[in-house]
């Protein structure tokens, strides 16, 4: 299964797994499907890619301020990592489902009636 259709399937399942109100099942889709699309290209947009972080990016700024506030090091589990981590191999199908779940969640609440 391809990483973009085990996605979609994520997103699915977890439009099942949360009850979202009776009227916004379509609103809580694609709340879903926002959250995961932010989570895929949120770290490629600030430049965080697999050649490290881009020169001049926001993610180069994050990290000369991360460095600064921590003695001259990068925190490992930071913010700064993570999307690093994230911007090289992608991000684990556990965080796709919540942020599928959070986004769907986050749309209901917004739009319900």
């Known amino acids: 299964?391809?990483?973009?259709?085990?996605?979609?399937?994520?997103?699915?399942?977890?439009?099942m797994a949360i009850q979202p109100s009776e009227a916004g099942v379509?609103?809580?889709?694609v709340g879903a499907a926002v959250g995961v699309t932010t989570v895929a290209i949120a770290p490629a947009a600030l430049g965080f890619g697999a050649l490290g972080i881009?020169?001049?990016?926001?993610?180069?700024?994050?990290?000369?301020?991360?460095?600064?506030a921590?003695?001259?090091g990068v925190?490992?589990?930071?913010?700064?990592?993570?999307?690093?981590?994230?911007?090289?191999?992608?991000a684990s199908y556990a965080t796709y489902a919540k942020a599928a779940a959070a986004g769907g969640a986050a749309t209901d609440y917004l739009f319900e009636d």
Request: charged fraction near 0%.
């Open 54 to 68: 881009a020169s001049g990016s926001i993610g180069a700024a994050m990290m000369s301020a991360s460095a600064i």
């Open 1 to 15: 299964m391809s990483k973009v259709s085990a996605i979609i399937c994520i997103t699915l399942i977890a439009s």
């Open 75 to 90: 925190l490992t589990g930071g913010v700064v990592a993570t999307l690093q981590s994230v911007g090289v191999a992608g």
């Open 26 to 29: 379509g609103q809580w889709i």
């Open 70 to 72: 921590n003695g001259g």
